[in-house]
């Protein structure tokens, strides 16, 4: 059956916080207790990475992430596979696919649409899939009751609006060009970027792409209504990979997993 549609609110005093990780980094057991100890430090949706050898927008942290994983043999289905596993294990938080548009073509759109909707999955996020061109997968999406998650840009002033229109679940809101990875310090101007969109935008805004400290998570949360972080929990998650697929060691690794974030976010 066919899941209920995500729904998003923030406010004030309880800002979103989507923390990034892939699939099958270190192993897919450890991914399912990770997500797990991630919505106990206060996660509020999950984005979970498909690993792929060619990505477009990771920098060298997901990358290696992504190897890792590719690795271990974690495919786009097996990820898939993970979340009602999550779910079992008391996962409550929505979930959100990330993956780049070929994978999702070879698999097939209305077969990966249709078996994320049966497996408890909430949204999708296709990162090189041109807002122009997304019309048929976010009838798919529309249809099975998935959230197509959309993102701007510094650079989508004349197109920020119509993807706002169409914006479901939350609106991604790239902070800077580039790949993802960490950054000691954001462009000035993503400020003013923020309150634009957060002018035409209808549903919540999140931010992401080189969020990695408390400082900039507090500022964040002044301008948009939650932050993504990935590249900076994932080089976490790599620095404990050794323990984490261990599972007598595994306990320690996810506590300083828990830990690192509940750092990030304090207010």
Same mark, same amino acid.
Do not use: W
């Given at each position: 059956?066919?899941?209920? *549609? ?13 923390? =990034? ?18 919505? /106990? ?5 999950? /984005? ?12 060298? %942290? ?5 190897? *890792? ?7 786009? /289905? ?8 999550? *779910?079992?294990?008391? &996962? #409550? +938080?929505?979930?959100?696919?990330? %993956?780049?548009?070929?994978? &999702? ?5 209305? $077969? =990966? ?17 041109? =807002? ?26 004349? $197109?920020?609006?119509? +993807? ?11 902070? !800077? ?8 310090? &954001? ?17 919540? #805004? ?24 990935? !590249?900076?929990?994932?080089?976490? +998650? ?6 984490? *697929? ?10 300083? +997993?828990?830990? =690192?974030? %509940?750092? &990030?976010?304090?207010?």
């Amino acid at each position: 059956m066919a899941n209920k *549609r995500m729904e998003v609110t923030t406010s004030t005093e309880q800002s979103l916080f989507i923390p =990034f990780i892939t699939a099958g980094d270190p192993s897919a057991d450890a991914t399912i207790e990770i997500a797990l100890t991630l919505e /106990e430090a206060g996660a509020s949706i999950l /984005e979970l990475g498909i690993p792929y050898s060619d990505p477009l927008a990771d920098g060298p %942290t997901i990358q290696a992430a992504s190897k *890792r994983s590719l690795k271990g043999g974690m495919s786009l /289905e097996a990820a898939l596979k993970l979340v009602p596993e999550m *779910r079992k294990r008391g &996962l #409550t +938080i929505p979930v959100i696919i990330f %993956t780049y548009f070929n994978p &999702l073509l070879q698999y097939g759109e209305e $077969r =990966f649409v249709n078996e994320a909707a049966e497996l408890g999955i909430d949204g999708l996020l296709v990162p090189d899939l041109p =807002f122009e061109e997304s019309e048929y997968l976010d009838k798919l999406c529309e249809e099975n009751h998935l959230s197509l998650i959309s993102l701007v840009a510094p650079t989508s002033k004349q $197109r920020m609006i119509k +993807i706002a229109e169409r914006a479901k679940g939350f609106l991604y809101c790239v902070s !800077s060009l580039g790949v993802t990875g960490v950054r000691n310090e &954001l462009d000035p101007r993503v400020y003013d970027f923020l309150k634009t969109v957060r002018e035409a935008s209808k549903i919540p #805004t999140a931010v992401g792409f080189g969020i990695s400290s408390n400082e900039q998570v507090k500022a964040m949360k002044q301008h948009a209504g939650g932050v993504v972080v990935g !590249s900076a929990l994932v080089s976490v +998650i790599g620095e404990q990979e050794e323990a984490l *697929r261990n599972k007598e060691t595994r306990p320690a690794a996810l506590q300083e +997993i828990k830990k =690192f974030v %509940t750092s &990030l976010i304090s207010s």
